[in-house]
Nanobody, 123 residues
Framework: QVQLVESGGGLVQPGGSLRLSCAAS????????IGWFRQAPGKEREVVSL????????FYADSVKGRFTISRDNAKNTGYLQMNSLKPEDRAVYYC????????????????WGQGTQVTVSS
């Protein structure tokens, strides 16, 4: 059974940092791209960052570029999103997802999703 479990969310003050993890089970992430998406209250889900399975190519939404870093550790079957200099507008439920490179990079419609983890940025 394919399962993705996010962790690491929470409440942080503006300017703070959080590291989200996405642990996969039931399959190996090696051959799959990983993506992080978020959905803020009243807004549509948006892509935050992607990392390829092959050469480690990455994509970042303009809103997080320079502040967030996506990475993966295939030995641990886990993906990560390091979030620095957090802003109140980063508040959202963050989801990790995985699928083929085409599903993530082109159609932005992956089949496999985690349950989400809440990130709140507030003083």
């Amino acid at each position: 059974q394919v399962q993705l479990v996010e962790s690491g969310g929470g409440l942080v003050q503006p300017g703070g940092s959080l590291r989200l993890s996405c642990a996969a089970s039931g399959f190996t992430l090696d051959n799959y791209a990983i993506g992080w998406f978020r959905q803020a209250p009243g807004k549509e889900r948006e892509v935050v960052s992607l990392i390829s399975s092959s050469d480690g190519s990455t994509f970042y939404a303009d809103s997080v570029k320079g502040r967030f870093t996506i990475s993966r550790d295939n030995a641990k079957n886990t993906g990560y999103l390091q979030m620095n200099s957090l802003k109140p507008e980063d508040r959202a439920v963050y989801y990790c997802a995985t699928d083929t490179g085409f599903k993530l990079w082109v159609s932005r419609n992956p089949n496999y999703w985690g349950q989400g983890t809440q990130v709140t940025v507030s003083s």
